[in-house]
């Protein structure tokens, strides 16, 4: 059974640090792509940071740069996005997206991932 299970949210206080992790079961991510997207309350979802797991090849927009660190273990089949320095606007549901398209496009695309995790809630606040 394919499964993405994402961990690490929480509460957390502004300029504080937060380390999520994307886990793969049911297929290795070797040759595919995975995309954090978050969405916050009445907001549309948004993508946050992505990163082929065959190259290495990275994305982070431009809202979370010199902040969060996307990086993988191809051994764990997992993927995990360091957030430092985390502002109030952070506040979300973050969700792990894996693409096997080989096209990257489902770092642009919500619609173009073939499989979502759960989420996991992280909520900066003083």
């Known amino acids: 059974q394919v499964q993405l299970v994402e961990s690490g949210g929480g509460l957390v206080k502004p300029g504080g640090s937060l380390r999520l992790s994307c886990a793969a079961s049911?297929?290795?991510?070797?040759?595919?792509?995975i995309n954090w997207f978050r969405q916050a309350p009445g907001k549309e979802r948004e993508v946050v940071s992505c990163?082929?797991?065959?190259?290495?090849?990275?994305y982070l927009a431009d809202a979370v740069k010199g902040r969060f660190t996307i990086s993988r273990d191809n051994g764990k089949n997992t993927v995990s996005l360091q957030m430092n320095s985390l502002k109030s606007e952070d506040t979300a549901v973050y969700y792990c997206?894996?693409?096997?398209?080989?096209?990257?496009?489902?770092?642009?695309?919500?619609?173009?991932?073939?499989?979502w995790g759960q989420g996991t809630q992280v909520t900066v606040s003083s």
């Open positions: 990163i082929n797991m065959s190259d290495g090849s990275t």
């Open positions: 049911g297929f290795t991510l070797d040759n595919y792509a």
């Open positions: 997206a894996a693409d096997l398209s080989g096209t990257g496009y489902g770092c642009y695309d919500n619609t173009a991932n073939d499989y």
